[in-house]
């Protein structure tokens, strides 16, 4: 059964202070890593998809990276504004469906 | 573009009451999605549609049906609604294999 695995849970930091953000998963094949932040009261927003081991993306302070068991989101020097739940995601080849994890939720104070 | 739309915002029924969401996309996206979200469960799949046409069961189906309406749209009708069904529901549409966007989300209470 696919499955996915975030932690921490909850991550409190200040403003600057760099961390990164775990998702762990087992997916008989994979087909695609997601990553989505998402705002109290609102749904879902898309940020990130990793296809491979190996591969990197950048958005701002955000990076997300990839291996075989799990990815990464690095938050650089964070402000307030990143304060959010991010979700990770997984496709696993030949289905249509995402098995999400249940999230991290991020507080940075100033 | 107004991407994913839902209606509508919040709702609050009696147990046994019926209602349909209703959720339409304008990205001319083929596949289309429903998912409740609960508090330490993360996002569920109830139903999706892969294209216009065809509906298939996700993980929760059951107290749930849907309806694909045209490519635009997709709508998730609770016949008789029960307390368990309190949650955030969200529709997401997709293009082929690529990331789901998602709505705003209808926020439902069953007493």
């Known amino acids: 059964e696919d499955q996915v695995t975030q932690s921490p849970e909850a991550l409190r930091l200040q403003e600057g202070e760099s961390s990164s953000l775990n998702c762990s998963y087992t997916v008989s094949g994979l087909r695609g890593l997601f990553w989505y932040r998402q705002d109290p009261g609102k749904g879902p927003e898309f940020l990130f998809t990793l296809y491979s081991a190996g591969e990197e993306k950048e958005k701002e302070r955000l990076k997300a990276t990839l291996t075989k068991k799990e990815s990464f989101l690095h938050i650089t020097a964070p402000k307030p504004e990143d304060s959010a739940t991010y979700l990770c995601a997984v496709q696993a080849t030949g289905f249509q469906k995402l098995v999400f994890g249940t999230g991290t939720r991020l507080l940075v104070s100033p | 573009n107004a991407g994913v739309t839902q209606t509508p915002k919040f709702q609050v029924l009696k147990t046994g009451q019926s209602m349909t969401l209703q959720c339409a996309q304008d990205?001319?996206?083929?596949?289309m999605y429903w998912y409740r979200q609960d508090p330490g469960m993360g996002l569920r799949l109830i139903y999706y549609s892969a294209s216009e046409g065809t509906t298939d069961k996700g993980e929760v189906p059951n107290g749930y049906n849907v309806s694909r309406l045209n490519k635009r749209e997709f709508s998730l009708r609770l016949e008789s609604a029960a307390p368990s069904q309190t949650s955030v529901y969200f529709c997401a549409s997709r293009k082929d294999s690529y990331e789901q966007y998602f709505g705003p989300g209808t926020r439902l209470t069953v007493t």
């Open positions: 990205m001319n996206h083929n596949s």
